[in-house]
């Protein structure tokens, strides 16, 4: 099973202020994605990361905001850009090994408050 | 859009009691996923159904599809305080996944 580093695992951040999240894995994956859970919350997709082109952002979410890089089949990063406190929350990254339809495999998560 | 609900939304037992989480779909589902995720941590993958009506066991935990592969259920046996944390459901499927609700489990020693 793939192993995942994720960092940060948290951070305070001020408003306005942009992040960016780093996730390795330890082993080559096709697909790569990026959650974010609210407190107390379900996970939601906010986009398919795409080795070598630009990533499928799910409904709500935009590229402006959050924009990601995959530059290989093992990395990935997430910016939260120009943060305001609705944006504190749990993002995860996540992979899925072997079959397209196959389990998810999660990263430790970031934590994120926004003041 | 599909919508992946789950009841309950919230579910505290004594120990040793039983515990079920439904899931429900708007629509039919290729396959459905189950996973826990422990206060503080991270979603890890318990199963994956794929057949209309399947059913399978891992130790205390019974997973079941329903036979319109619109439902599933997970049922825990004789619930113990390692049981504590939060079960999703997902939807499956290539790439869009869609999460359930949720369903978080409390166990009183």
């Known amino acids: 099973s793939a192993v995942i580093s994720q960092k940060p695992s948290r951070d305070i951040c001020q408003r306005g202020t942009s992040l960016t999240i780093q996730c390795q894995v330890d082993?080559?994956?096709?697909?790569m994605f990026w959650y974010r859970q609210q407190p107390g919350q379900s996970l939601t997709l906010i986009a398919t990361a795409n080795q070598g082109s630009e990533a499928t952002y799910e409904s709500g979410f935009v590229i402006d905001k959050f924009p990601i890089s995959r530059p290989n089949l093992t990395f990935s990063t997430l910016t939260v850009s120009n943060m305001s406190p609705e944006d504190s929350s749990i993002y995860l990254c996540?992979?899925?090994?072997?079959?397209?339809?196959?389990?998810?495999?999660f990263g430790e998560g970031s934590r994120l408050t926004v003041l | 859009g599909q919508q992946v609900m789950q009841i309950p939304q919230y579910q505290h037992v004594q120990e040793g009691e039983d515990f079920t989480t439904y899931c429900n779909s708007s629509t039919t589902l290729s396959n459905i996923q189950w996973y826990k995720q422990r206060p503080g941590g991270h979603p890890v993958f318990l199963i994956q159904?794929?057949?209309?009506?399947e059913v399978k066991k891992q130790k205390r935990l019974t997973f079941q599809f329903g036979e319109a592969k619109k439902n599933s259920s997970l049922h825990i046996t004789a619930t113990q305080t390692t049981d504590v944390g939060t079960y999703f459901c997902n939807s499956g499927g290539y790439q869009k996944v869609t999460f359930g609700t949720g369903t978080k489990l409390q166990v009183i020693p």
């Open positions: 159904l794929v057949k209309s009506g």
């Open positions: 996540s992979v899925r090994e072997g079959a397209p339809t196959g389990e998810l495999f």
């Open positions: 082993s080559q994956v096709t697909m």
